[in-house]
């Protein structure tokens, strides 16, 4: 039992470091290494387990919708990056560039990509000539490098995994509605798979994405109450259509630019499960997203007829991702090591339990224990699973909504920012300088203008002069 309780005591607490209790949990789950390339972390098979659940969701989703997969090359020439301006400075400070190949110099450097519109744009000015071409509704799954200063597992590092979507468009009414429907295919996945409530919206110009006409993003609230931008989807009108000279003949054979759009979401929504399910026992997985289901201990499985029930057990839950840890580690050990793992449900079954036709479910989420007849555990555990992935969403939305708070006036907005982190609504005039000015002095940035709005005042919340929009506000990740 002393091994067992060392397990869990190797986690900081939440309420002591949430900072530690995260880099502790990725750790001791095995969900990342970090690697000799610095910024760069190794994804182990428990959290890349995760990713791949992740990647199937979202990509069945993706084909419900219309979306096709391709792939773009991992570098841009130079040349190309730059012509669109507006993009090309939004990533500048973050380009890593190859200047050699082999022992040779390149005539031109080669940007490793930290997103891909021009090579979409690149290969769309060739490929479209027709409205008939129209739409192209496109989406890779790739790795990223941006050289960003300060990393952290998951949420920023400088390679790091995700999909891209790039979708033509013959209008403007088009290219608006399919980038709507993205983000609300995110939020939706967010809430319904991930277990994770999020805030629909429109970033502000300020925010919005390096060359876009206007973004749109889901935020979701951390335990430690810090905003995780979760996905976004961009309409970019026909400004990369005009730098690429994509244009297509209509149907009465005039030319006309195309409409594009872009969106994507990440290996950071791995880290946002974490933050927003997490304890200090260690990950608590919403069972859909759950790489391993459930898990099912043998108690003194030396004994006759315990590892033969186990696997009885198992083939009865076929229909779900279960495993029986059978080493011979201790049953205490075997249960924190689930624990720590978020694995949903344990089935515990020993020789006690098979003499009373039973087995015991012991929730991840809530600790909750319940006896159960073995003719009646594959329903029962059907059922236990959606009742764990029901109440992680409800108690993540309430932890969301006692922590979001309204303001005013800007000594009230002050102080909750300081004092109860969370959101915080709050008016604002529509002038970068005011958003500026509430980030200087308090951390806080726009994290969206939700598109369900209410008029808290008459005034923005820094200047005082008439309010546009309400926003969230809050301090991020």
């Given at each position: 039992?002393?091994?067992?309780?060392?397990?869990?005591?190797?986690?900081?607490?939440?309420?002591?470091?949430?900072?530690?209790?995260?880099?502790?949990?990725?750790?001791?789950?095995?969900?990342?290494?970090?690697?000799?390339?610095?910024?760069?972390?190794?994804?182990?098979?428990?959290?890349?387990?995760i990713w791949e659940n992740i990647q199937k969701e979202l990509d069945g989703r993706f084909k419900e919708v219309g979306v096709e997969n391709v792939y773009m090359p991992m570098f841009i020439p130079e040349s190309l990056l730059e012509k669109e301006k507006d993009h090309v400075e939004g990533f500048a400070p973050e380009v890593a560039w190859?200047?050699?190949?082999?022992?040779?110099?390149?005539?031109?450097?080669?940007?490793?990509?930290?997103?891909?519109?021009?090579?979409?744009?690149?290969?769309?000015?060739?490929?479209?000539?027709?409205?008939?071409?129209?739409?192209?509704?496109?989406?890779?799954?790739?790795?990223?490098?941006?050289?960003?200063?300060?990393?952290?597992?998951?949420?920023?590092?400088?390679?790091?995994?995700?999909?891209?979507?790039?979708?033509?468009?013959?209008?403007?009414?088009?290219?608006?509605?399919?980038?709507?429907?993205?983000?609300?295919?995110?939020?939706?996945?967010?809430?319904?798979?991930?277990?994770?409530?999020?805030?629909?919206?429109?970033?502000?110009?300020?925010e919005k994405f390096a060359g876009a006409e206007a973004t749109y993003t889901i935020e979701a609230l951390m335990h430690d109450g810090k905003a995780l931008q979760s996905g976004t989807s961009h309409n970019f009108g026909d400004g990369f259509a005009k730098a690429f000279e994509i244009q297509y003949s209509d149907k009465e054979n005039k030319?006309?630019?195309?409409?594009?759009?872009?969106?994507?979401?990440?290996?950071?929504?791995?880290?946002?499960?974490?933050?927003?399910?997490?304890?200090?026992?260690?990950?608590?997985?919403?069972?859909?997203?759950?790489?391993?289901?459930?898990?099912?201990?043998?108690?003194?499985?030396?004994?006759?007829?315990?590892?033969?029930?186990?696997?009885?057990?198992?083939?009865?839950?076929?229909?779900?991702?279960?495993?029986?840890?059978?080493?011979?580690?201790?049953?205490?050990?075997?249960?924190?090591?689930?624990?720590?793992?978020?694995?949903?449900?344990?089935?515990?079954?020993?020789?006690?339990?098979?003499?009373?036709?039973?087995?015991?479910?012991?929730?991840?989420?809530?600790?909750?224990?319940?006896?159960?007849?073995?003719?009646?555990?594959?329903?029962?555990?059907?059922?236990?699973?959606?009742?764990?992935?029901?109440?992680?969403?409800?108690?993540?939305?309430?932890?969301?909504?006692?922590?979001?708070?309204?303001?005013?006036?800007?000594?009230?907005?002050?102080?909750?920012?300081?004092?109860?982190?969370?959101?915080?609504?709050?008016?604002?005039?529509?002038?970068?300088?005011?958003?500026?000015?509430?980030?200087?002095?308090?951390?806080?940035?726009?994290?969206?203008?939700?598109?369900?709005?209410?008029?808290?005042?008459?005034?923005?919340?820094?200047?005082?002069?008439?309010?546009?929009?309400?926003?969230?506000?809050?301090?991020?990740?």
């Open positions: 039992m002393a091994k067992d309780k060392k397990l869990v005591e190797a986690i900081t607490s939440m309420d002591v470091d949430f900072a530690q209790w995260y880099t502790d949990v990725v750790k001791k789950a095995e969900l990342i290494d970090y690697s000799s390339v610095k910024g760069c972390m190794v994804i182990k098979p428990a959290g890349y387990a190859v200047t050699y190949g082999g022992l040779e110099p390149l005539a031109e450097r080669l940007c490793v990509r930290p997103t891909s519109e021009t090579l979409f744009c690149d290969f769309y000015a060739r490929d479209i000539q027709s409205y008939r071409d129209l739409p192209k509704v496109y989406n890779q799954w790739c790795s990223v490098v941006r050289w960003e200063k300060t990393t952290r597992p998951f949420l920023r590092s400088r390679e790091f995994l995700w999909q891209e979507g790039h979708t033509a468009h013959a209008t403007a009414e088009d290219a608006q509605a399919r980038t709507e429907q993205m983000l609300n295919l995110y939020a939706d996945f967010c809430e319904e798979v991930l277990a994770m409530p999020v805030i629909r919206g429109q970033k502000t110009d300020k030319l006309q630019y195309v409409h594009q759009t872009s969106w994507g979401m990440s290996t950071r929504l791995i880290g946002g499960i974490i933050m927003v399910h997490g304890d200090d026992n260690g990950l608590v997985l919403p069972p859909r997203i759950a790489p391993v289901q459930v898990m099912i201990v043998p108690i003194q499985q030396s004994k006759e007829g315990v590892l033969d029930k186990a696997a009885e057990i198992k083939s009865v839950l076929s229909g779900y991702r279960v495993k029986v840890d059978d080493t011979d580690k201790s049953p205490g050990w075997k249960f924190a090591e689930s624990e720590m793992r978020g694995i949903p449900v344990r089935v515990e079954i020993g020789p006690k339990d098979i003499e009373a036709g039973q087995a015991i479910l012991v929730r991840r989420d809530t600790h909750e224990k319940t006896a159960v007849s073995l003719d009646e555990i594959g329903q029962k555990v059907g059922e236990l699973l959606d009742t764990i992935q029901r109440d992680m969403y409800e108690r993540a939305l309430a932890h969301r909504e006692a922590h979001t708070y309204e303001a005013t006036d800007f000594d009230t907005f002050t102080k909750t920012i300081e004092e109860k982190p969370g959101f915080v609504k709050a008016m604002w005039c529509g002038c970068q300088e005011c958003e500026d000015k509430i980030k200087e002095l308090t951390g806080a940035t726009s994290r969206c203008m939700p598109f369900k709005q209410e008029k808290l005042s008459d005034t923005c919340i820094c200047c005082g002069k008439p309010a546009t929009k309400m926003v969230y506000w809050g301090r991020a990740y």
